[in-house]
């Protein structure tokens, strides 16, 4: 994993995945300002009222106006992937690309809409999943040529790395593996609807942050914990070998590690832990909001509609 | 950066150029991959080298070195690799030794052992996709149909490989396949190393089937459970299966261990056909001669 | 990566959908190997 670009070129730090979102958005506000004094030089004669308007309506949108917006699309993709009967790892690609694509533009720039496609058509390529660009964009309703228009962007902004390891895959080794570790202690009918919950809770889970911050196994184990912590204590304990130390002063559950060699099983629960708060904090912005931002664009880019 | 000094190959969805990477002197290769024309956009082919590349970093793999957009273009930069396997095995001024052929032998199945682990199929492996670099190393190149292993459900093309390094289960129309595609590509390559040409030239589609099979028997439902579900088995020809002997006198140079290396390779039923590790733990490669060092290859 | 993190032992896994195409004819003609999924998976699992 240390090996793969989406470790080398896609993993960061809050911090870091803050600051490359504020500087995109600094990048074109600056250029936006500019473009709007040449627009009052150019255009004099303007009224009191008229400016004043294209003051308050035409101004950039903000860092997190602009998360709020991809984000709104990147659910999108997810229901319309769904609707086309794309493959579960077809449409996780497609946002994958999507957000990535937005770590390098600003939806001042790329209106969201227009790359929504370009994303879902390459991610078909991508993932092996080949359809002819007619019969795509007839299925989605647009034309080629609008979903041709942004690939060699999307591939650019892409650093040229298209592998992606979606934790579905990971889902399914801890399926297994836990199948080993407890083995006759669970029940397959049970264990085939925590499979599924789990499943549906990936598919969120790409949406938010975590997938810059964390593995793909770190996020299944974090939904799994989620979705059933008994479960996944079991596993972990016999696992990593944790041992439930309940005779600690206060009562909370302590895990003492016991064989130090191994994966440090608290520095790990820890690690799920940090992931699973991510993981619920869930951006989802109603579509009005998507309508307000999308108009402020529209203004700031075209003061002269104000 | 990089300098496009000479073409030196065009294919169908690229130019390659000779040039040098200006900051370090080195000489690479630009893959120009050619986007106009292509109703889909950018080609399936150029995808696949660039995703699957940029994943690896191996001795024996090729080596990705940047990739760039120019005049609307995409630019795969490449370590310079002048020389592959099929110009050497063609050469017949080039005497090489069971040494050298035991060194192509253990970096080519490095190689695919390296894209397997990270369950990237190759799915064209031949002769002049194996390059050589000035320093003797062997490395798998041309990624264009390579992919991810299956996921269990999916259905792959069995249109896949160059015919006549092409499995049999290919040949007869598989969608389910594994890495074994490739093994079976590894084993006839070896045999054409040790016979210095091709081993199982077929004229077309049908002719590599009957070529196959009589060069290594028809494979019945007792080794190769239910291969008579294929359309096509039943309208073969049945041969025996060579013997031992008959082996023998086709690779007189063959020891006993590289025998048993290339049949495991070769093997007809892809769920017996020998996987890269048990190849590169076989006994032919603990045995004398040991492999030519890279630098030492002709 | 000498020692993985997991033992893949195919007799403990009850993964209906696996087996089920373990029996399909046209998947055992192809070569199709249920240990090489579950190699992946669990690869997967414990990158």
């Not at chain 2, 030519?292 to 290859?297: C, G, K, Q």
């Not at chain 3, 009850?14 to 579950?38: C, H, M, N």
Request: net charge neutral.
């Amino acid at each position: 994993y240390r090996h793969s670009t989406q470790y080398r070129f896609w993993s960061f730090t809050p911090e870091r995945l803050a600051q490359i979102r504020s500087d995109v958005n600094a990048r074109v506000t600056t250029k936006t300002q500019l473009d709007m004094k040449v627009f009052l030089e150019s255009h004099p004669n303007l009224t009191q009222d008229e400016l004043a308007a294209i003051k308050v309506k035409a101004v950039p949108v903000s860092p997190h106006e602009e998360l709020l917006l991809v984000n709104y699309f990147a659910r999108m993709i997810l229901s319309f992937a769904g609707k086309m009967n794309l493959p579960t790892e077809v449409a996780a690609t497609a946002v994958s690309f999507f957000r990535k694509f937005f770590l390098s533009n600003s939806v001042m720039e790329f209106p969201p809409k227009e790359v929504f496609h370009t994303t879902l058509f390459f991610a078909c390529k991508s993932e092996n999943y080949f359809m002819g660009v007619e019969s795509f964009a007839k299925k989605a309703k647009t034309s080629a040529d609008a979903v041709l228009k942004h690939e060699f962007k999307l591939l650019e902004s892409l650093n040229f790395t298209l592998m992606n390891h979606h934790p579905y895959k990971a889902l399914h080794g801890f399926f297994l593996d836990i199948q080993n570790v407890l083995s006759g202690k669970v029940d397959m009918k049970y264990m085939g609807q925590v499979y599924t919950n789990c499943k549906k809770s990936i598919s969120d889970a790409l949406l938010t942050d975590a997938i810059y911050f964390y593995t793909p196994p770190q996020i299944t184990l974090a939904i799994l914990l989620t979705e059933d912590e008994a479960l996944m204590m079991r596993y972990m304990q016999l696992k990593f070998n944790l041992n439930v130390d309940t005779s600690s002063a206060n009562g909370q559950k302590e895990f003492k590690q016991e064989d130090p060699s191994a994966i440090n099983a608290e520095r790990l629960l820890e690690i799920i832990k940090s992931c699973q708060a991510v993981i619920e904090e869930k951006i989802i912005p109603a579509k009005d909001d998507a309508v307000k931002i999308t108009a402020k664009i529209h203004y700031s880019q075209n003061p002269i509609s104000v | 950066e990089y300098s496009k000094e000479k073409k030196v190959g065009e294919g169908t969805y690229a130019v390659v150029y000779l040039g040098t990477k200006r900051s370090s002197n080195r000489r690479i290769a630009i893959k120009e991959i050619k986007t106009s024309g292509f109703k889909d956009g950018l080609d399936m082919s150029a995808i696949r080298e660039v995703k699957y590349l940029q994943e690896m970093q191996h001795v024996n793999v090729i080596e990705l070195v940047d990739v760039f957009m120019a005049q609307n273009n995409l630019n795969l930069v490449l370590e310079f690799l002048p020389a592959d396997l099929e110009m050497v095995i063609k050469d017949t001024s080039i005497l090489f030794t069971q040494a050298d052929i035991k060194s192509w032998l253990l970096m080519t199945l490095r190689g695919v052992h390296h894209c397997h682990r990270n369950f990237i199929l190759h799915r064209d492996l031949k002769p002049n996709n194996l390059l050589l670099s000035p320093d003797g190393q062997l490395k798998i190149a041309d990624f264009g149909l390579a992919r991810n292993m299956g996921s269990p459900q999916e259905f792959l093309t069995s249109n896949v490989v160059t015919r006549w390094y092409r499995a049999p289960e290919l040949l007869f129309g598989a969608r389910h396949y594994t890495g074994a595609v490739d093994m079976w590509s590894v084993g006839v390559i070896f045999a054409e190393l040790m016979l210095r040409i091709p081993y199982l030239p077929g004229k077309d589609d049908i002719d590599q089937i009957d070529v196959t099979f009589r060069a290594l028997g028809t494979p019945t439902d007792k080794d190769w459970p239910e291969i008579s579900t294929f359309s096509a088995y039943n309208k073969i020809q049945i041969y025996p299966p060579p013997s031992r002997e008959e082996l023998r006198r086709r690779f007189i140079a063959a020891t006993e261990n590289a025998l048993d290396l290339m049949s495991g390779m070769l093997l007809m039923n892809p769920h017996k056909r020998l996987d890269p590790i048990q190849c590169l733990t076989s006994e032919y490669f603990l045995e004398l001669p040991e492999p030519t060092v890279p630098s030492e290859l002709p | 990566d000498l020692h993985k993190r997991y033992v893949l032992s195919e007799a403990h896994y009850e993964d209906p959908f696996i087996k089920s195409l373990q029996t399909k004819k046209e998947y055992i003609a192809s070569g199709f190997r249920a240990d090489y999924v579950y190699d992946r998976m669990l690869t997967e699992a414990f990158m």
